[in-house]
């Protein structure tokens, strides 16, 4: 039988085990946006950069307000979301020349959130053959860049954008 070895991943469910708070809510209290893969604060929501991403560029918008529902969410905050969801979209086509992107909410537990308690849409860029043996067989990704990379180009392209 062969292995693949992703020892990323075993950090990831540690942290689940064992961490306390909201990671969100921490990210957007700290000054440290590159530490915390911050690359955007917008007054109602920030643009970060998920930890354990699916494809490069793989960001997250998260409102400020910490609410697990659409509902509890101010109209403003969520007029936000979705422009700053709209300003990913465009910088990550600019910047990765992603022809697709997958735009999505889980919210709850049961729908596959993985922070249910706190509201936040996956922005993912898509190219032509993305989906690979490796993630169909083998649950593995391949990503091209670290995330201090992209952070960087993600960070540029949101200055240069306001």
Not at 72 to 82: C, G, H, P, Q
Request: negative net charge; aromatic residues 10%; proline residues 4%.
């Amino acid at each position: 039988m062969d292995h693949l070895w992703s020892p990323w991943r075993y950090q990831y469910v540690q942290k689940e085990k064992t961490g306390s708070g909201c990671v969100f809510c921490q990210a957007a209290a700290s000054g440290q946006d590159q530490e915390n893969l911050v690359v955007y604060r917008g007054r109602n929501n920030f643009v970060m950069l998920n930890l354990y991403p699916y494809s490069t560029g793989h960001v997250m918008v998260v409102p400020y307000q910490h609410v697990d529902n659409l509902q509890d969410a101010t109209r403003k905050t969520l007029e936000e979301l979705i422009l700053l969801v709209r300003d990913a979209q465009r910088h990550l086509a600019e910047i990765y020349r992603a022809p697709g992107f997958n735009l999505g909410m889980n919210l709850g537990e049961s729908a596959g959130a993985g922070i249910a308690e706190h509201i936040h849409m996956h922005v993912l860029p898509r190219w032509p053959g993305d989906t690979n043996f490796m993630t169909t067989v083998s649950e593995t990704r391949v990503l091209p860049e670290d995330l201090s990379s992209t952070w960087r180009k993600l960070n540029a392209a949101f200055a240069q954008g306001e």
